[in-house]
């Protein structure tokens, strides 16, 4: 039996991991699947039957990600971490999906000795980050109801997943800090201007939020070059653009071969005030 960086779902209480059980002391238990995540979220907190990403967008993003072409984001955002993280602590990725930047964060943490957590909303990409992520405690739960104690977390990664500010800052320690990757103003410019016929720029500007300060800024910018139509399927399928653009602008982007793309992203690092 071992100490779980989760906390009950149900009433917030500490939990152990026992073979393939989790336990909280008021007795509620969650079955370990055989992939090796949890299913953390109670159902009062779903709104669908299924959840966050469904496959076809979780095959398409691990498609892309594993191709390497954002690998320079993953690289600069352990390098972060690895600068921010003390010893001993715990990290957060919230909205992790199917693990490709946890599977890296989880070297980081492992030579400061300390413990890692994902959680994400789709259980289709939950399963594949279990299988990526096997020294992280990984778990399908909402970032706007994480499974954790208060002021139980060192260390928080929201990699383009959506922002719930006020629980981060439940479960953060004061001062610790969270990294929140954003796009930056052009970023994927030229998949932008094939979709639209007046592409727009991303808004830029300095973010607020109650509670926490801005710490520090890390810009980032690189090219790639996509040479397979199946890659940029890929990449469009992962972006918010496969919600909201015209037929013919997806006509337009599916009919390119191979395609250079801007990728621009910004790694915002706040800290969580004392009170």
Not at 80 to 109: F, N, Q, R, S
Request: neutral net charge; proline residues 5%; glycine residues 6%.
């Amino acid at each position: 039996m071992s100490s779980s960086i989760f906390a009950c779902p149900v009433c917030r209480g500490t939990m152990e991991r026992d073979g393939r059980i989790y336990r909280c002391g008021a007795g509620h238990s969650f079955d370990i699947a055989k992939e090796g995540y949890v299913n953390l979220l109670p159902a009062n907190q779903r709104h669908s039957e299924m959840p966050g990403d469904d496959r076809d967008m979780v095959s398409a993003r691990t498609r892309f990600l594993d191709g390497g072409w954002y690998a320079p984001l993953r690289r600069t955002l352990c390098e972060a971490v690895g600068a921010l993280m003390p010893k001993h602590a715990v990290l957060i990725d919230a909205g992790c999906g199917e693990g490709y930047y946890t599977e890296v964060l989880c070297d980081t943490v492992a030579r400061k000795q300390g413990a890692i957590a994902g959680v994400d909303l789709s259980k289709a990409a939950v399963k594949r980050a279990a299988k990526r992520c096997r020294t992280a405690e990984i778990a399908v739960a909402s970032v706007y109801h994480l499974p954790l104690a208060d002021c139980s977390a060192d260390l928080l990664v929201d990699c383009f997943a959506p922002l719930a500010q006020e629980e981060y800052r439940r479960i953060l320690k004061p001062g610790a800090a969270f990294l929140y990757v954003v796009p930056g103003r052009r970023h994927l410019w030229e998949m932008k201007e094939l979709l639209y016929d007046r592409p727009y720029e991303n808004d830029v500007r300095e973010e607020r939020y109650p509670g926490f300060r801005q710490a520090d800024e890390i810009p980032l910018s690189f090219g790639f070059h996509l040479s397979h139509q199946e890659d940029i399927a890929a990449l469009f399928r992962m972006t918010p653009y496969a919600w909201k653009t015209p037929k013919a602008g997806i006509e337009r982007l599916m009919a390119r071969k191979d395609l250079d793309i801007s990728a621009e992203f910004r790694i915002l690092v706040f800290r969580r005030e004392e009170s």
